[in-house]
């Protein structure tokens, strides 16, 4: 591609590469800006309540730059800050003054800054951030602080402390409450959320507290092992006081392949919402663990042949549903199984409740896809599902 080419020449194609990276990267937020733009008066405008508008436009760049939702959420985030706050910061980005780095920068530290000073803090910034490339993160963050602390001094941003370790930390906080942080093992966390969600639950509907709150108070029984908090309706007939049954065991799941439980393999394991567990991680949770072989159901030819009679699947499909999918199914998106709907592509009873036409979608995107203009699915006896957006465009996932 560069045979023959002087250093020289290869200097001025890398400047130019990265000046028209810039300027991809600007049109590209400013095409998001203008979608969520359309969607939001679209939607509006059609009274849909049971839908986000953000949503909507985050389903639609997620598919198109095939990236996760949070990733799509960013970038709609920044295409509207640089719309309605930065115009002058974003007209230096479109013409590749600027790259994506100060960009990001800017908008980050800027988020918390009065809008009565946005007009002239953007002006500022856009008439010196072409001479801040060179700078470090550092560097460059302090630059964009000093300004800010300049036109508003209440809108620097106070960096967290933040550790790579292990620790649980307990201090006082207002008087009578104290605070907790910590940074324990993957498979410890997830415990530790559905035994507090368990012990929470352990009241009766007539209890005052929200769940955060029951959550929270969850951690004081946890701590003297015991397993019900007490109720605190008032009521002297009170169910939850009649019964002092345990909660519920904490559930774990992780799908690991049996040569890796065996030790006759070291292929990692899989923690639904967290990602991959080596496998001497797998095996210790197995050592004390119930262990359950996911069965992979039969490929009839027809699927009305074994289709379940019912609108809700049986719990040997649910669960089959849920380690085939393991994630939603929406391009891009990887909310976990435990936090997905079963949806029917073809809804039932037209549509058969079989492996072939069930599949994980989060709320979002089930909502998205049962209520939103010009979306549909369509969805193959493997499983794989292929998801059309008001534009006609189409992506496919795989199980």
């Not at 036109?151 to 605070?179: K, Y």
């Not at 929406?330 to 549509?351: N, S, V």
Request: proline letters at 7%; charged letters at 25%; one cysteine or more.
């Amino acid at each position: 591609m560069f045979e023959g080419g002087s250093d020289a020449v290869l200097i001025d194609k890398i400047g130019a590469a990265a000046r028209a990276e810039s300027v991809a990267i600007a049109a590209r937020l400013a095409a998001v800006g203008a979608l969520d733009s359309l969607r939001e008066q679209e939607l509006v405008a059609s009274i849909l309540w049971r839908t986000d508008p953000f949503e909507e436009v985050a389903a639609e760049v997620s598919a198109a730059m095939r990236i996760a939702r949070g990733r799509a959420a960013t970038q709609i985030h920044h295409a509207r800050v640089l719309r309605d706050k930065l115009p002058l910061v974003a007209a230096r980005f479109a013409v590749g003054d600027i790259d994506y780095r100060v960009v990001r920068m800017i908008i980050a530290r800027t988020g918390i800054v009065d809008e009565a000073v946005w007009a002239g803090l953007d002006a500022e910034l856009a008439a010196r951030a072409q001479r801040w490339m060179r700078f470090s993160e550092r560097q460059l963050r302090d630059r964009v602080d000093q300004w800010i602390a300049k036109l508003d001094p209440n809108g620097v941003r106070v960096p967290p402390d933040i550790s790579e370790q292990r620790f649980v930390q307990i201090e006082p906080s207002t008087p009578g409450m104290a605070s907790m942080w910590a940074n324990i093992d993957a498979v410890d966390a997830v415990a530790l959320d559905q035994r507090l969600d368990a012990v929470a639950n352990t009241v009766c509907e007539q209890d005052p507290r929200s769940l955060e709150q029951r959550r929270a108070d969850a951690v004081g029984p946890l701590a003297r092992l015991q397993a019900q908090l007490v109720c605190r309706c008032g009521r002297e007939d009170c169910p939850a006081g009649q019964n002092r049954a345990a909660a519920d065991a904490a559930v774990v799941h992780v799908l690991a392949a049996k040569a890796t439980v065996d030790g006759g393999s070291d292929a990692p394991g899989y923690l639904p919402g967290h990602g991959i567990l080596p496998a001497e991680s797998v095996r210790n949770v197995a050592a004390h663990a119930k262990i359950k072989p996911v069965r992979l159901p039969a490929e009839p030819a027809e699927p009305a042949v074994t289709a379940e009679p019912g609108y809700r699947p049986s719990m040997a499909l649910s669960e089959f549903i849920r380690w085939r999918d393991l994630t939603c199914r929406f391009p891009g998106c990887d909310a976990p199984a435990e936090r997905c709907d079963i949806d029917h592509t073809t809804p039932w009873p037209a549509g058969p409740t079989h492996p072939s036409n069930t599949k994980l979608y989060c709320r979002a995107h089930h909502l998205i896809k049962t209520f939103c203009p010009g979306w549909s699915d369509r969805q193959y006896p493997d499983g794989t599902v292929q998801v059309t957006t008001p534009t006609g465009h189409t992506y496919t996932t795989e199980p």
